[in-house]
């Protein structure tokens, strides 16, 4: 298959009306052709591509930098010169300066199909700015790791954020380009807006679902650092919200449910097991011992739930990481009823919410965490029903 960088590449009829046109690109270091050239540098080899500038979202276009609000400064690229902004610096909103630079933006990030990573809200960003100084912008299309399942609940009116674009679930079901066509739609956007489509993506087919087996996986972000953790990330991500770790300072961030040096793996994983089995299926759980080197617990021994949506183990259709990981945050609720688990502090850019509820657009996963007498069924309720809803919302949008 062919990714749409590698389309635009081979195909001079897709690159004309570049041609006479200054171009920027929004790039990252997975953005890169199948023969692993990083895609500046595949552009700024066609002689009839101007490119002008290039962007780099969170983390950097070299993705360096490691974690939320560790902003990137703008710089002048040491071999071609040209100016490389930063959307995660001064600005998240590329400024008026910023886009008189090129004409064509070209957007050619991997995503995870999580709202919560952030080059989904740097996407709509781009859109706006683009449709308020006349310009075009392009997704070059990437495959969405996690596939089409989608999975959480609709950020609810007024919770936008930079990890909240719009009123979507957690696990969106997306790409970028399709993903964009929404929000051209869902915000009235007037821009003109072109996606260079994969060719032979399959999204539901064994053995990536999603990825596919012929490509390689590069880090689009620090703690990215493979397809399991793609998978699981629309469960792992809301442990941000938590005073548990994710892993971070570890080998394997994002792929743990939690960690602590004061919890009982084992314990909780039993209770998960009691509360809710059925939403455990699709993958296996492993107890787990770490010790992070940064970050949550650092220097500190934890205890911990590996989670493994790979291999034998996974189930692509029934496998549910949002539940899962309301299910972990659920059982240490009720074995440990008053644990610290909601972690208030700044989280991107968001001062006066709980970092949980700013994740799911809403509180109401940390109030069905904290009720008592919750059940599964009520989370099931709420969720399912905005799932269904965002379903429908998306289908005429899909690509593949």
């Known amino acids: ?30 953005s890169v052709t199948a023969e692993l050239t990083h895609s500046l540098d595949a552009l700024m080899a066609c002689d009839d591509i101007e490119i002008t500038a290039a962007f780099g979202p969170q983390h950097g276009l070299k993705g360096d930098k490691q974690d939320n609000m560790v902003e990137t400064a703008d710089e002048t690229d040491p071999a071609y010169g040209i100016p490389i902004f930063s959307l995660y610096g001064e600005v998240r909103r590329p400024s008026g300066q910023m886009m008189s630079t090129a004409d064509v933006f070209l957007f050619d990030l991997q995503d995870l199909g999580c709202r919560i990573y952030t080059f989904v809200t740097t996407l709509l960003y781009m859109l706006e700015a683009a449709a308020e100084a006349g310009k075009e912008v392009w997704v070059l299309d990437r495959p969405n790791p996690a596939g089409r399942p989608v999975e959480g609940t609709l950020l609810l009116p007024g919770r936008e954020s930079f990890v909240g674009a719009g009123p979507m679930v957690l696990r969106h ?93 084992r314990a909780v994983l039993a209770e998960m097991q009691s509360f809710a089995p059925e939403w455990l299926a699709g993958c296996a759980l492993r107890e787990c011992w770490f010790e992070p080197t940064f970050h949550k617990h650092a220097g500190t021994l934890c205890s911990g739930l590996m989670v493994h949506a790979e291999g034998p183990f996974y189930d692509h259709a029934a496998f549910r990481p949002w539940r899962l ?28 919410r709980l970092a949980i509820d700013v994740i799911n657009g809403g509180p109401a996963l940390r109030e069905w965490v904290d009720d008592p007498a919750s059940t599964p069924a009520g989370l099931e309720a709420v969720a399912g029903a905005d799932e269904a809803r965002w379903r429908t919302e998306i289908a005429p949008f899909l690509l593949y």
Do not use: C
């Not at 590698?6 to 270091?29: F, N, Q, S, T």
């Not at 909601?342 to 850019?349: A, N, S, V």
């Open 1 to 30: 298959m062919k990714f749409g960088i590698d389309r635009l590449l081979a195909d001079p009829a897709l690159r004309a009306p570049l041609r006479g046109k200054r171009v920027a690109l929004v790039a990252h270091p997975a």
């Open 173 to 265: 079901g997306l790409t970028l380009g399709e993903m964009g066509h929404w929000f051209v739609r869902h915000f009235g956007l007037d821009v003109a807006y072109r996606v260079i489509e994969m060719d032979g993506w399959q999204p539901d087919a064994a053995a990536g679902f999603g990825w596919p087996d012929d490509r390689i996986w590069i880090n689009p972000s620090p703690n990215a650092a493979n397809l399991n953790m793609a998978r699981a990330y629309a469960g792992t991500v809301m442990i941000e919200g938590a005073t548990v770790s994710e892993g971070r300072g570890t080998t394997r961030p994002l792929e743990v449910l939690f960690g602590a040096p004061d919890l009982d793996a």
């Open 325 to 352: 990981q309301a299910l972990a945050f659920k059982a240490i609720r009720r074995l440990y009823p008053d644990y610290d688990l909601w972690r208030d502090f700044p989280y991107e850019y968001e001062f006066d």
